[in-house]
């Protein structure tokens, strides 16, 4: 019985990281300036808090500007558009993400098309999608941007190959799948109505699932040989597992992420490469 | 048993009749639709379409205007007629006409009022469109879809299969089946098993460009094959799919010509009667 090989974010991130530092530098050295992300935080939800203390801390570790509006949930609409209106206009800023989900009260999608274009480092904003389907330039949301270069680092080249994305999500499924398509794979998207999922699984040599059920994807459904990128972070009896039955898929892929350890700890990572790249937009810089 | 035609034109025909009384309608509120088509004289701009699209607007009652620029426009000339079509009140939508390559394409795109981005070609429009936030769809996958219902069948669940992954037609039509419930897989000149891919397919949709790729032992029996190739072989107009075998085996099928050819004006219309409202 083979085993697969682990493709552990923590390492790619780390790899990632230490690049940007390196291009930071000499953009610092360049410019006299940093690259300046601001996140927005609505009210006192636990893990939005969590996910935002991580990217303060990230931003600050690696030299970026780093600015976080804590606000209370009950801010309006009005007040909250102001706020990204001043973070547009502010030089000093590179980057602006609203951590979500937002309050009811807040229609989520006024806010992110209010953020401006070439400072949407969570890719979020419907220029930038248009954009990664046309294939120009743009910001790459984050998680699936993570899961690209998680491919890129074991070298994997996916031209002609089969890559089956199970989930359909604005935000993994549905890039994901473009991106895939970008670098020619044939690619194959899945959903909860699909017939005969594990048959189709089983035709991939690159399976990536963001569905968010708890191993829902078993070793079986896995073509002997196949990458199998794990997007899922779901908690079962206080335990962290992914959308994928690691043990029995890990028998059968040549390669598997981990849960908790895999795509999860390279968003961050992701976040801090746009907004490095909005900097270099701005001050033209290549 | 032969595969039953899709009859275009029979559709697009009827599509015809219900946008010309939209437009009556919106006449009788003293709004006019206003088509604005611009194209730069060179082998690729499809003059001939372009007068057919006129000739369409004329007989349901649409204001259209054809701009033809020469062919020694350069991009400052194109973007400057945008700009004043964008600013021009009789104008509701414009469309842009393929261009020869000293025109950077994409420019003119971006530069389009969203709002008048007919074509759904500007990424706000594609980006909204992606996201499940429709203003404007690109109107030949929008005809594929009218065809699809056409035949009755029900999508979710089944395997479609889209062979060509171009930002007009593939793309689009892919995700528009997948909001449909159809698991979608989109294949094109790269994809290896090929033919391995399209034989599952329940409905297979073809915008690879290339003259009768699809034969008979390609395509699972029964499938319902939309054909959206228009290429000139020996002077006649043949798809991408491959018209006697394929009917053979398929459950419906698309003819070209009379297939998705006539449905893509009248869905640009239709979309232009979007746009008035």
Partial sequence: ?286 | MAARIIDGSAIAKELQQKIKADVAKFKEQNKTPGLAIVLVNSPVARTNIAELKKRMCDSVGIYCEVHTLNSLSGQANVMALVEKLNADPKITGINIHPMPNHIDYRAVVHAIDPLKDVEGVHPENMGNFLIGDKRYIPFTPRGIMKLLESTGIELKGKRAVIVGRSQHVGLPVGFLLLERHATVSFAHSRSWYLEQLTCQADVLVVAAGHAEMITGSMVKPGAVVIDVGTNLVGGHLVGDVEHDSVSQVAGWLTPVPGGVGPMTVAMLLNNLIGCCD
């Fill in chain 1, 1 to 286: 019985m083979m085993s697969a090989k682990l493709i552990k974010g923590p390492e790619v991130a780390a790899a990632i990281r230490d690049q940007i530092a390196v291009d930071l530098a000499s953009l610092k050295e360049k410019t006299g300036k940093v690259p300046g992300l601001a996140v927005i935080l609505l009210g006192e939800d636990p893990a939005s808090k969590a996910y935002v203390g991580n990217k303060e801390k990230t931003s600050k570790a690696l030299g970026f500007y780093s600015v976080v509006h804590r606000i209370p949930a009950e801010t309006t609409q009005e007040e909250l558009l102001k706020m990204i209106d001043d973070l547009n206009n502010d030089e000093d800023i590179h980057g602006i993400l609203v951590q979500l989900p937002l309050p009811d009260h807040i229609h989520e999608k006024a806010v992110i098309d209010a953020i401006a274009v070439e400072k949407d480092v969570d890719g979020f904003h419907p220029i930038n999608v248009g954009n990664l389907m046309i294939g120009d330039d743009c910001y790459i949301p984050c998680t699936p941007h993570g899961c690209m270069k998680m491919l890129e680092y074991i070298g994997y080249d996916l031209k002609g190959k089969n890559a089956v994305v199970v989930g359909r999500s604005n935000i993994v499924g549905k890039p994901v799948a473009l991106l895939l398509l970008q670098q020619h794979a044939t690619v194959t998207i899945c959903h909860s109505r699909t017939a005969d999922l594990a048959a189709v699984c089983r035709e991939a040599d690159v399976l990536v699932v963001a569905v968010g059920r708890a191993e829902m994807v078993n070793g079986d459904w896995i073509k002997p040989g196949a990458v199998v990128i794990d997007v899922g972070i779901n908690r079962v009896d206080d335990k962290l597992v992914g959308d994928v039955h690691f043990e029995s898929a890990k028998e059968k892929a040549s390669y598997i992420t981990p849960v908790p350890g895999g795509v999860g700890p390279m968003t961050i990572t992701m976040l801090m490469l746009n907004t490095l790249e909005s900097f270099r937009r701005k001050h033209n810089l290549k």
